[in-house]
């Protein structure tokens, strides 16, 4: 005989993970390693590591357009095909368009991967830590509210990560950029090493570091433990690295957690919304009992349980699953008693760019290939004190290359001759900025009730712009970029304003922000719901504020830290 009460214990766990990204990737790892029954549950398809990398070893001529995506692609995805890596060889690992439509109130490029392991397959691998300065920059300057916690409270789990993913860099002894736990750096090519020093004579508070990033350059013992190799500077990472040569949740953590035998993985589950328990008295009340989800493939609607829930479906998901959440105690989505869940959500703003060129060092060209990015300028206005008329600061990207000349004169035989003809030229330079946007009530998502996805949930309703501190900020990189470019002796510099809608960064942070006082916050310190205490959100939704560096590397370390507190609290029968 079958009972329901049998179905119900084949359905309940020590812990659920909603999403396998970045930072699903890492909740699943350290529950599994601390003993807990985990499941994770993922709403796209299956991408098991070294097995569904279709395309990891295809040479460029094996594609039908050499990785160019088809005009009829393009105008079918006008959203997604704005992205660098969205081309024959990785679109695979994109959703496109129509298959999860939103509402977009301002233009907002909203950038996926919905599989296994998320966007971890297509991020750009920057890795750099906050300091203290941007744990404390919205206390100073009295914007947002302000972090509960400071970078002493995170350090630790810095280092806790960037050991097992493997980062490479150099320690270069910055207040404003603290080292980590580096594997050996990549190099500066000659030219950036040159405006470097050129930098730092011109300027006491300005530097070029090597860029951090998520990179075996010499494996450790862990890294092998993973199965993970040295990383083989390929520039293919993008669509699945066979080697583990960089770090994704399918090649480091989702195996990893596999391998202790407590995780069950179900893809293919799109989660509708998270189970609270209104009875009052029981052990389970005020609580999370677990999560509602909806099989992908029959539209069927079931239920998980667990005693404690990570909800890590990426930022903007993790807003809608919270504010679809709802209940008699919570009517406005799950933990919202502050009224602010969807609201203050920010991103980094890339919309300038600058680019020259240098007649130096012509006796000298670059060799191979260096998947790190180049160099990195740590953010250096408003560091220490407020200086410019605008809040917050930039940091920016800055790489110099060869370039080659070819004429393209001539028609038929001749033209085709002058192609080939290539002669070396002078270097060309470049930056890119990334801009902290302030979190701002104003810049909110919400669910649009009369607008359905194909899963019958609410679309995402998407309200988010700049403003003018934005502006002043684009503004300053560009002026301050062509200084150093012309004190460097730079020519035909060219600087640019792209005006691109937010979301192209694909660094949107916020909308269940942590914070000190219940009353303008939704999680406290240890990234719990203040109310709702078995509910923990590690996310990129979590974040009080964005700073200037890339967020991921700081995801993963406020997860490891969050279950680590979980963890012991349940054990102490808190949970």
Known sequence: MYFNIDSQKARTYDAIVIGSGISGGWAAKELCEKGLKTLVLERGRDVKHNIDYPTAMKMPWEFNHRERMPLDVVQANPIQSKCYNFKESAAHFFVKDQEQPYIQEKPFDWIRGYQVGGKSMLWARQTQRWSKYDFEGPARDGFAVEWPIGYDDIAPWYSHVEKFAGITGNKDGLDSLPDGEFLPPYDLNCVEKYFKENLSKEYKDRHVVISRAAHISQPQQIHLDQGRAQCMSRQLCERGCPFGGYFSSNASTIPWAAKTGNMTLRPQSVVHSIIYD?????????????????????????????????????????????????????????????????????????????SAEYEGHLDTTTEGRRPNGGGYIPRFRNVYKQETDFLRGYAAGFSANRRYNSSRDGLGEDLKANLFKSEIGNWGVGSHMMGETIPKASNYVALD???????????????????????????????????????????????????????????????????????????????????????????????????????????????????????????????
Request: net charge positive; no cysteine.
């Open 449 to 575: 009730q009369n607008n359905k996805d194909p899963f019958g949930l609410p679309q995402l309703k998407i309200s988010i712009d700049y403003d003018d501190n934005d502006d002043k900020m684009v503004k300053d990189y560009l002026e301050q970029m062509t200084e150093m470019f012309t004190k460097a002796g730079f020519k035909n510099i060219r600087g640019s304003d792209s005006k691109q809608a937010p979301g192209l960064d694909i660094h949107e942070m916020g909308g269940v922000r942590m914070g000190k006082d219940p009353k303008t916050s939704m999680l406290n310190k240890w990234n719990q719901l203040h109310t709702v205490p078995n509910v923990f959100v590690t996310d990129g939704a979590s974040m009080t504020s964005t700073s200037t560096q890339n967020p991921s590397l700081t995801y993963m370390a406020l997860t490891a830290r969050a279950v680590d507190y979980a963890v012991k609290q349940m054990k102490a029968k808190n949970l």
């Open 278 to 354: 209104e009875k009052k008295g029981g052990a389970a009340s005020g609580k999370a009992t677990g999560v509602r989800v909806i099989d992908a493939d029959t539209k069927q609607m079931m239920e998980f349980y667990a005693k404690i829930i990570f909800v890590n479906a990426a930022a903007l998901n993790t807003n809608l699953v919270l504010l679809n959440s709802t209940s008699s105690r919570f009517p406005n989505g799950l933990g919202n008693d502050s009224g602010v869940l969807g609201q203050y959500v920010a991103f980094h703003n890339y919309r300038a760019r600058i």
